[in-house]
């Protein structure tokens, strides 16, 4: 009676602060991982990569690419498990959410959008040249790479800035 009284208290009382803590903590750090991973490609590697004389900058970009795309698809799954899961609890779902938790969903499955192309289309086509040797078609596919990590970049800044200032506009 009275210990499982006591243990209803405290899992319901003290559960759902932890959950939404553990859930906010685990989506800030999935973004920073996809965010903070764009701007380090794109503005610390990729003018340090253009030194490099080919085929090295295909090949450099191919191992980078392989380690990073596997943390983005993770981030993805966080970022999507938390954030709803977070808007169910809050809001009882999409519906009730302030407009600027809209915001941030639209620019987040736009860059989802934008990642899954890179990944089904120029990141797989240069994959496969990298596997046979064809360096030339390789670097073909790093314009297109760049162009949509920039716009991802650009989307994912916008998409911090909301988040951390989204509820004071």
Same mark, same amino acid.
């Given at each position: 009676?009275?210990?499982?009284?006591?243990? +209803?208290?405290?899992?319901?009382?003290?559960?759902?602060?932890?959950?939404?803590?553990?859930?906010?903590?685990?989506?800030?750090?999935?973004?920073?991982?996809?965010?903070?991973?764009?701007?380090?490609? *794109?503005? !610390?590697?990729? &003018?340090?990569?253009?030194?490099? #004389?080919?085929? #090295? &900058?295909?090949?450099?970009?191919?191992?980078?690419?392989?380690?990073?795309?596997?943390?983005?698809?993770?981030?993805?799954?966080?970022?999507?498990?938390?954030?709803?899961?977070?808007?169910?609890? #809050?809001?009882?779902?999409?519906?009730?959410?302030?407009? *600027?938790?809209?915001?941030?969903?639209?620019?987040?499955?736009?860059?989802?959008?934008?990642?899954?192309?890179?990944?089904?289309?120029?990141?797989?086509?240069? +994959?496969?040249?990298?596997?046979?040797?064809? *360096?030339? #078609?390789?670097? +073909?596919?790093?314009?297109? !790479?760049?162009?949509?990590?920039?716009?991802?970049?650009?989307?994912?800044?916008?998409?911090?800035?909301?988040?951390?200032?989204?509820? *004071?506009?």
């Amino acid at each position: 009676g009275v210990v499982s009284n006591i243990l +209803k208290y405290v899992s319901v009382r003290s559960f759902a602060p932890m959950l939404h803590s553990l859930m906010v903590t685990l989506h800030l750090v999935a973004a920073v991982i996809w965010v903070g991973g764009m701007f380090f490609a *794109y503005m !610390i590697v990729r &003018p340090a990569v253009a030194a490099l #004389e080919p085929p #090295e &900058p295909a090949r450099f970009w191919g191992r980078i690419f392989t380690k990073f795309f596997t943390w983005v698809w993770i981030a993805i799954f966080v970022l999507l498990t938390t954030g709803y899961q977070m808007l169910v609890v #809050e809001y009882g779902g999409i519906g009730a959410a302030p407009v *600027y938790l809209h915001a941030m969903q639209l620019l987040g499955l736009v860059m989802i959008a934008l990642f899954m192309h890179l990944y089904f289309a120029p990141w797989r086509r240069m +994959k496969f040249a990298l596997k046979n040797s064809d *360096y030339p #078609e390789a670097a +073909k596919q790093i314009p297109q !790479i760049r162009r949509i990590v920039a716009i991802n970049l650009s989307l994912g800044i916008a998409n911090v800035i909301i988040g951390a200032g989204g509820r *004071y506009f």
